[in-house]
């Protein structure tokens, strides 16, 4: 994927109306403004109990305008799934079915579900908005936690062991389509999924959406900090088209001309990090190292 998109390109159409009950600076509205955007007025979006379903209020009353339910934590997945069997059985495979949900919602309870979705090939899209931990019910320690990080269930030591690597779990489900994108380039994230729109089958996405209130750090900062989790390659972009990988956006700019940043610029600005130890700094450093240069091999660098 090459090249980018004029803002004037971008349909005018808002999905999101002005106004929300999310936290300030949360990376998750970024994001999800292009991708209604992208994918248009004819999407069901299917949410369990987390930071999105904040952000579509509570009943009667949403700035969300398109049609969504709310499913149960570990069930999203299934959820669409329904829909979109349903949407088929009415001849209206014309509508696309979005799920998205945290990462406690997709790394840790409902990975079977998705697991299911996945292997099934269901015609979905899945969204998981990684802000690494549970944080609408008080930043409690997730599976896509990073090691060194503090949160409300691990407040004296921090978090030991390394963030699970989900994409390769997704990938052993043989999908037509994946891709890591970053609330920090939302023209990225238009682009991969107006792709993934006309894809038939499972689509996953990982994205990261940095979160102020549980990384501990001033809400204007929120692109700040995602632009260095792509920067210092914690947090690369790339897709994952029919087993091929390709480098994007800034991600494709390193790989071609260098100037990746070491990962102890992005620690030093959050809160959550206030108690990780050398070690674990020159540990995780090592781990994505060695990630992207795995990445970097498999792109063709």
């Given at each position: 994927?090459?090249?980018?998109?004029?803002?004037?390109?971008?349909?005018?159409?808002?999905?999101i109306l002005p106004g929300n009950r999310l936290c300030a600076g949360c990376g998750v509205t970024i994001a999800y403004r292009f991708i209604l955007k992208a994918l248009g007025k004819k999407t069901i979006i299917c949410v369990p109990a987390c930071c999105l379903t904040i952000l579509h209020g509570i009943?009667?009353?949403?700035?969300?305008?398109?049609?969504?339910?709310?499913?149960?934590?570990a069930g999203t997945a299934s959820a669409a799934s329904g829909f979109a069997a349903g949407l088929k059985a009415?001849?209206?495979?014309?509508?696309?079915?979005?799920?998205?949900a945290g990462d406690g919602g997709t790394f840790d309870m409902g990975l079977q579900s998705l697991s299911g979705a996945a292997e099934r090939g269901e015609n979905i899209?899945?969204?998981?908005?990684?802000?690494?931990?549970?944080?609408?019910?008080?930043s409690?320690?997730?599976?896509?936690?990073?090691?060194?990080?503090?949160?409300?269930?691990?407040?004296?030591?921090?978090?030991?062991?390394l963030k699970k690597d989900f994409m390769k779990i997704m990938e052993a489900h043989w999908l037509p389509y994946m891709a890591g994108v970053s609330s920090a380039y939302p023209g990225d994230v238009y682009k991969k999924f107006v792709k993934a729109r006309d894809i038939g089958g499972t689509r996953f996405f990982h994205l990261a959406a940095p979160c102020p209130t549980g990384?501990?750090?001033?809400?204007?900062?929120?692109?700040?900090?995602?632009?260095?989790?792509?920067?210092?390659?914690?947090?690369?972009?790339?897709?994952?088209?029919?087993?091929?990988?390709?480098?994007?956006?800034?991600?494709?700019?390193?790989?071609?001309?260098?100037g990746k940043k070491p990962v102890d610029e992005y620690i030093a600005l959050q809160g959550r990090f206030k108690k990780i130890t050398p070690e674990q700094v020159a540990q995780f450093q090592k781990q994505v190292d060695k990630q992207w240069q795995a990445l970097l091999a498999r792109a063709g660098f």
């Open positions: 994927m090459s090249g980018q998109t004029a803002i004037l390109d971008y349909p005018e159409q808002e999905f009943y009667p009353k949403t700035p969300i305008m398109a049609t969504t339910v709310n499913n149960t934590f009415t001849g209206r495979e014309d509508w696309h079915v979005l799920a998205m899209i899945y969204v998981c908005y990684d802000n690494e931990a549970y944080m609408n019910t008080g409690q320690r997730s599976s896509a936690t990073p090691p060194g990080a503090l949160t409300s269930t691990t407040p004296v030591t921090p978090k030991q062991q990384w501990w750090y001033p809400t204007k900062d929120t692109v700040k900090i995602g632009r260095m989790m792509v920067e210092s390659c914690i947090f690369p972009l790339y897709e994952i088209e029919e087993g091929r990988l390709s480098l994007t956006g800034k991600s494709l700019s390193i790989a071609r001309s260098g």
